[in-house]
């Protein structure tokens, strides 16, 4: 190593570098006001900056447009939802209106329960009381109060009560204990009637027997008349 013109001068072998003459050309080279900057990354132009922000900007708009569309698309998402729900309590509505329940007049008409219960008690009581000397009043009041399927199967079985009540002294005196109406409409009763039977013959004490009747009532010419009795 050794000095030379104010340069210090590397000698390896046969090879010569000038390492002042170098930094000085690479000082001469660099364009003026270029400087490099301290953090070591390439200064960003404003053209640059420029070009970022606008993609920024483009980024941004639709974003700010997608927000109203989502909050229409929900609103018309529930207002479909909500008339379809109105729908659906609209028919759950009707049905609970049209149920058997709701058209059963004996739950709501104590006016009409209380007349089919005494016309129907009036009728068992007569039909079915009878005396040796008296079953004539009987069979004609049953054609009176008795109609359809409970007139023909009395008028079966009578024929055989009225001998029987003639040769025995029979005398049959019913009373209706409690006559419940199950169903009612307008023209039509189904009614569970509890009633007690007092038989008496001639000579001997009185018996008492307890009965359960299904009947069924129609309403004709303005009065409940008895469609069908079956023994329960």
């Known amino acids: 190593m050794k000095r030379q013109g104010g340069a210090t001068v590397v000698t390896?072998?046969?090879?010569?570098?000038?390492?002042?003459?170098?930094?000085?050309?690479?000082?001469?080279?660099?364009?003026?006001?270029?400087?490099?900057?301290?953090?070591?990354?390439?200064?960003?132009?404003?053209?640059?900056?420029?070009e970022a922000a606008g993609s920024e900007t483009a980024t941004d708009e639709p974003a700010s447009g997608a927000g109203p569309r989502r909050l229409r698309f929900v609103a018309g998402v529930l207002v479909v939802a909500l008339l379809a729900a109105g729908g659906g309590l609209f028919v759950m509505g009707r049905q609970l209106r049209d149920t058997p329940a709701t058209s059963n007049a004996a739950l709501t008409d104590s006016e009409a329960t209380t007349r089919v219960a005494g016309d129907v008690t009036n009728a068992l009581g007569k039909v079915f009381s009878y005396s040796p000397s008296a079953?004539?009043?009987?069979k004609e009041s049953a054609k009176q109060l008795l109609a359809g399927k409970a007139l023909q199967q009395y008028a079966a079985l009578f024929g055989q009560v009225e001998k029987q009540a003639a040769d025995q002294k029979l005398t049959l005196?019913?009373?209706?204990?409690?006559?419940?109406?199950?169903?009612?409409?307008h023209d039509s009763a189904h009614l569970l009637v509890?009633?007690?039977?007092?038989?008496?013959?001639?000579?001997?004490?009185?018996s008492t027997a307890a009965a359960q009747l299904?009947?069924?009532?129609?309403?004709?010419?303005?009065?409940?008349?008895?469609?069908?009795?079956?023994?329960?």
Do not use: C, N
Not at 135 to 138: G, Q, R
């Open 194 to 206: 509890f009633l007690d039977q007092v038989y008496e013959r001639e000579g001997k004490a009185s």
């Open 135 to 138: 079953t004539a009043v009987t």
């Open 214 to 232: 299904s009947v069924t009532a129609q309403l004709r010419d303005g009065r409940w008349t008895i469609v069908e009795i079956t023994s329960r």
């Open 12 to 50: 390896t072998g046969t090879d010569v570098e000038d390492v002042g003459e170098l930094g000085a050309t690479a000082d001469e080279e660099r364009p003026d006001g270029m400087d490099e900057p301290a953090t070591g990354e390439p200064a960003r132009s404003e053209a640059g900056k420029s």
């Open 173 to 185: 005196t019913t009373h209706v204990v409690r006559a419940g109406v199950t169903r009612l409409t």
